[in-house]
């Protein structure tokens, strides 16, 4: 907070943060981590389709492939604290929206 005419007024620099730097920290590790293990079910599915010898779409196992590897790049990231964590949120937003977007293609 600063001072500003006789009262206090919150920088719009940490407007963002409610929660302190490690604790947010370790709640966005936890949502990355569980999107991550939530993508390998349709893996799995498509593994045992494979095995019976259906034919699999490429997107049925490559899109959970590449959204496991965003979270592994948006840890890395997290665990160096190399960009602001503004920045981060938003690929963190992004990242989720489209890990969403293929739950609901899925239909599970």
Known sequence: ???RRGRYSHSPRHAVCFLPADVLAR???TILLLVSLSMLVPLGIAVVHLA???PVLGVRWLLPLAIIAIAAALMGLLSRKQIP???FLVAV??????????WIQVGI
């Open 52 to 54: 019976r010898g259906v």
């Open 85 to 87: 964590l503004e920045l």
């Open 27 to 29: 709640i966005l590790a």
């Open 1 to 3: 907070m600063r001072w």
């Open 93 to 102: 937003a992004l990242w989720l929206l489209t890990a969403g977007y293929f």
